[in-house]
Protein backbone atom coordinates (compact mmCIF):
# COMPACT_ATOMS: atom_id res chain seq x y z
CA UNK A 1 0.00 0.00 0.00
CA UNK A 2 2.71 2.31 0.83
CA UNK A 3 4.54 1.68 -2.35
CA UNK A 4 1.27 2.41 -4.46
CA UNK A 5 1.04 5.53 -2.38
CA UNK A 6 4.43 6.64 -2.65
CA UNK A 7 4.64 6.05 -6.69
CA UNK A 8 1.12 8.13 -6.72
CA UNK A 9 2.92 11.09 -5.16
CA UNK A 10 5.88 11.00 -7.56
CA UNK A 11 3.34 10.89 -10.92
CA UNK A 12 1.22 13.60 -9.13
CA UNK A 13 4.81 15.53 -8.79
CA UNK A 14 5.53 14.55 -12.52
CA UNK A 15 2.31 15.93 -13.77
CA UNK A 16 2.49 19.36 -11.49
CA UNK A 17 5.76 20.03 -12.43
CA UNK A 18 4.96 19.32 -16.33
CA UNK A 19 2.30 21.56 -15.98
CA UNK A 20 4.21 24.63 -14.28
CA UNK A 21 7.13 24.41 -16.83
CA UNK A 22 4.36 25.03 -19.83
CA UNK A 23 3.35 27.75 -17.57
CA UNK A 24 6.20 29.50 -16.50
CA UNK A 25 7.93 28.81 -20.09
CA UNK A 26 4.87 30.66 -21.74
CA UNK A 27 5.08 33.30 -18.97
CA UNK A 28 9.10 33.66 -19.13
CA UNK A 29 8.50 33.32 -23.29
CA UNK A 30 6.13 36.62 -23.32
CA UNK A 31 8.19 38.38 -21.21
CA UNK A 32 11.47 38.21 -23.10
CA UNK A 33 11.34 41.12 -26.13
CA UNK A 34 15.52 40.99 -26.52
CA UNK A 35 17.11 39.47 -29.72
CA UNK A 36 19.31 36.75 -30.56
CA UNK A 37 22.08 36.03 -27.58
CA UNK A 38 24.36 33.33 -26.60
CA UNK A 39 24.10 32.64 -23.21
CA UNK A 40 27.75 30.70 -21.92
CA UNK A 41 26.74 29.32 -18.33
CA UNK A 42 29.22 27.28 -16.40
CA UNK A 43 26.22 24.47 -15.57
CA UNK A 44 22.66 23.65 -16.93
CA UNK A 45 21.44 27.24 -15.92
CA UNK A 46 21.95 28.46 -18.97
CA UNK A 47 19.61 25.62 -20.93
CA UNK A 48 17.14 25.82 -18.22
CA UNK A 49 16.92 29.95 -18.35
CA UNK A 50 16.89 29.52 -22.56
CA UNK A 51 13.80 26.91 -22.60
CA UNK A 52 12.26 29.19 -20.06
CA UNK A 53 12.50 31.85 -22.46
CA UNK A 54 11.61 29.93 -25.65
CA UNK A 55 15.15 30.73 -27.26
CA UNK A 56 17.51 28.21 -28.85
CA UNK A 57 20.69 26.85 -27.50
CA UNK A 58 23.17 28.91 -29.26
CA UNK A 59 25.76 27.56 -27.33
CA UNK A 60 27.48 24.99 -26.73
CA UNK A 61 27.77 25.03 -22.48
CA UNK A 62 24.32 23.01 -22.36
CA UNK A 63 23.65 19.94 -20.37
CA UNK A 64 27.20 19.87 -19.01
CA UNK A 65 29.20 21.48 -16.19
CA UNK A 66 32.48 23.39 -15.88
CA UNK A 67 34.81 23.94 -12.88
CA UNK A 68 34.53 27.80 -11.93
CA UNK A 69 38.04 28.26 -11.97
CA UNK A 70 38.45 26.76 -14.97
CA UNK A 71 35.38 28.65 -16.25
CA UNK A 72 36.93 32.29 -15.86
CA UNK A 73 39.98 30.98 -18.13
CA UNK A 74 37.79 29.49 -20.34
CA UNK A 75 35.64 32.84 -20.89
CA UNK A 76 38.72 34.71 -20.64
CA UNK A 77 39.53 33.13 -24.13
CA UNK A 78 37.08 31.64 -25.37
CA UNK A 79 37.93 32.81 -28.76
CA UNK A 80 40.70 30.34 -28.21
CA UNK A 81 38.92 27.70 -26.58
CA UNK A 82 36.01 27.52 -29.17
CA UNK A 83 39.15 26.45 -31.76
CA UNK A 84 40.46 23.56 -29.63
CA UNK A 85 39.34 19.86 -29.99
CA UNK A 86 37.49 18.56 -27.64
CA UNK A 87 39.95 15.39 -26.05
CA UNK A 88 37.95 12.68 -23.78
CA UNK A 89 39.57 11.04 -21.13
CA UNK A 90 38.66 8.59 -18.27
CA UNK A 91 37.23 9.56 -15.14
CA UNK A 92 35.80 8.45 -11.95
CA UNK A 93 32.22 10.02 -13.36
CA UNK A 94 29.45 7.64 -15.25
CA UNK A 95 29.23 10.52 -18.06
CA UNK A 96 31.51 11.52 -20.31
CA UNK A 97 34.37 13.80 -19.61
CA UNK A 98 36.90 16.11 -21.69
CA UNK A 99 39.44 18.19 -22.39
CA UNK A 100 39.39 21.38 -23.64
CA UNK A 101 43.24 21.93 -23.55
CA UNK A 102 43.31 22.82 -19.38
CA UNK A 103 39.76 23.16 -19.19
CA UNK A 104 37.63 20.20 -18.05
CA UNK A 105 33.94 19.85 -19.69
CA UNK A 106 31.94 17.38 -18.04
CA UNK A 107 28.81 15.94 -19.94
CA UNK A 108 26.82 15.16 -16.83
CA UNK A 109 23.46 14.56 -19.29
CA UNK A 110 25.28 12.64 -21.65
CA UNK A 111 25.22 8.68 -22.13
CA UNK A 112 28.09 8.68 -24.95
CA UNK A 113 31.37 10.57 -26.14
CA UNK A 114 29.79 10.93 -29.37
CA UNK A 115 26.95 12.09 -28.70
CA UNK A 116 27.94 14.73 -26.51
CA UNK A 117 30.85 15.88 -29.46
CA UNK A 118 28.08 16.15 -31.92
CA UNK A 119 25.99 18.66 -29.77
CA UNK A 120 29.03 20.19 -28.65
CA UNK A 121 30.30 21.11 -32.15
CA UNK A 122 27.12 21.89 -33.97
CA UNK A 123 26.72 24.54 -30.84
CA UNK A 124 29.44 26.14 -31.01
CA UNK A 125 28.77 27.09 -33.89
CA UNK A 126 25.62 28.82 -33.31
CA UNK A 127 27.56 31.17 -30.89
CA UNK A 128 26.35 35.02 -31.44
CA UNK A 129 29.65 36.24 -31.03
CA UNK A 130 28.46 40.14 -30.67
CA UNK A 131 25.73 39.42 -28.15
CA UNK A 132 27.42 37.03 -25.74
CA UNK A 133 25.81 36.79 -21.95
CA UNK A 134 27.74 34.70 -19.02
CA UNK A 135 26.47 33.36 -16.06
CA UNK A 136 28.32 31.20 -13.35
CA UNK A 137 28.30 30.59 -9.58
CA UNK A 138 30.88 31.49 -7.04
CA UNK A 139 32.47 28.06 -5.50
CA UNK A 140 36.21 26.91 -5.17
CA UNK A 141 37.48 30.00 -6.70
CA UNK A 142 39.21 33.11 -5.09
CA UNK A 143 38.67 36.87 -5.29
CA UNK A 144 41.97 37.50 -7.31
CA UNK A 145 40.26 34.86 -9.87
CA UNK A 146 36.42 36.68 -9.79
CA UNK A 147 38.51 39.68 -10.31
CA UNK A 148 40.16 38.28 -13.59
CA UNK A 149 36.39 38.52 -14.73
CA UNK A 150 36.52 41.88 -15.35
CA UNK A 151 38.38 41.79 -18.54
CA UNK A 152 36.02 39.13 -20.16
CA UNK A 153 34.51 40.53 -23.18
CA UNK A 154 30.69 40.43 -23.47
CA UNK A 155 27.38 41.68 -23.25
CA UNK A 156 26.27 40.73 -19.67
CA UNK A 157 27.96 38.55 -17.09
CA UNK A 158 26.94 37.72 -13.87
CA UNK A 159 28.21 35.53 -10.96
CA UNK A 160 25.65 34.09 -8.43
CA UNK A 161 26.69 33.19 -4.88
CA UNK A 162 24.65 32.66 -1.77
CA UNK A 163 27.86 34.08 0.32
CA UNK A 164 28.61 37.46 0.84
CA UNK A 165 32.11 37.55 0.84
CA UNK A 166 32.88 39.35 -2.74
CA UNK A 167 29.40 41.33 -2.99
CA UNK A 168 30.95 44.61 -3.52
CA UNK A 169 31.93 43.31 -6.91
CA UNK A 170 29.76 44.89 -9.78
CA UNK A 171 28.95 41.54 -11.56
CA UNK A 172 27.83 39.43 -8.22
CA UNK A 173 24.34 38.30 -7.48
CA UNK A 174 23.57 37.10 -3.96
CA UNK A 175 21.00 33.94 -4.31
CA UNK A 176 19.93 33.07 -0.47
CA UNK A 177 19.44 29.28 -0.21
CA UNK A 178 15.92 27.56 -0.08
CA UNK A 179 15.47 26.99 3.66
CA UNK A 180 14.69 23.24 3.08
CA UNK A 181 18.55 22.73 1.76
CA UNK A 182 17.59 20.59 -1.06
CA UNK A 183 19.64 18.65 -3.70
CA UNK A 184 22.09 20.73 -5.87
CA UNK A 185 21.33 23.59 -4.07
CA UNK A 186 24.90 24.74 -3.76
CA UNK A 187 25.04 25.04 -7.45
CA UNK A 188 21.78 26.83 -7.93
CA UNK A 189 19.98 23.94 -9.62
CA UNK A 190 17.48 22.79 -6.80
CA UNK A 191 13.73 23.66 -7.41
CA UNK A 192 10.71 23.49 -5.19
CA UNK A 193 7.43 21.13 -5.73
CA UNK A 194 5.99 23.04 -8.50
CA UNK A 195 9.54 22.83 -10.25
CA UNK A 196 10.54 26.47 -9.74
CA UNK A 197 14.23 27.24 -9.33
CA UNK A 198 15.24 28.89 -6.42
CA UNK A 199 17.51 31.32 -8.36
CA UNK A 200 14.91 32.48 -10.47
CA UNK A 201 12.34 33.50 -7.28
CA UNK A 202 15.35 36.06 -6.72
CA UNK A 203 16.82 37.24 -9.97
CA UNK A 204 14.80 38.42 -12.70
CA UNK A 205 16.96 37.04 -15.23
CA UNK A 206 14.29 38.38 -18.39
CA UNK A 207 14.83 41.53 -17.54
CA UNK A 208 18.50 40.53 -17.46
CA UNK A 209 18.32 39.63 -21.23
CA UNK A 210 16.21 42.28 -22.16
CA UNK A 211 18.61 45.33 -20.80
Keep these: MGYIISSASKMTRRLIKQYTKKYYTKRYSEKFIGKGYSLIASNCIGGIINNRVGQPQNSPTVNL ?4 AEFIRFVLNLHYY ?7 IESEYKYPVALLDDVHINFTHYATKEQAKEDWERRKKRIIWDNIYIIMYED ?16 KLIVLTCLKDNLDLPFMKYIEKDKHGRENDYVFLDSDFFGRMTFEKQWDYVAWLND
Design 140 to 155: EVTREELLLLKDVECK
Design 82 to 88: MEQELVF
Design 65 to 68: WIPQ
